[in-house]
């Protein structure tokens, strides 16, 4: 009998161990790409409209820094240090919305909407103007 136990607590043991260590790992971390953009990007009419519409939403970036309501958004990313005109890929905003920055932005929303991505970048790269 006690054959029979130790021998059923070890296969319970070790089928313990097996199924712990076969775990699938079903996430997928996807990098949106990013188009280059070669054309002047306006803050106003190219960003802030998506900021508008995918980041300053109740809840999100419409009180919590940045702020990305139209009125604020441009002082808010600049004062607060959100973009590097030096080094404009290091730029905080856009290491948010690329992922490489986690949580990726804008949070809970389809990856890269209307081309964010490229378009902030450029715009960074383009000297970060209130235009």
Known sequence: MKKIIITAVAMVALSGLFITGC???DTLTIKP???????TVSFKTDLVPLFVANCAVSGCHDARNPVLKADLAYNSLVNGKF????TPASSIIYKRLTGVLSPAMPFGKPT???NINGLVLAWI???GKNN
């Open 112 to 114: 890269n909407p209307g």
């Open 83 to 86: 973009i590097d005109t030096k």
């Open 33 to 39: 790409t990013v188009t280059v953009i070669t054309k």
């Open 125 to 127: 790269t383009q000297g």
């Open 23 to 25: 775990v699938k790992d």
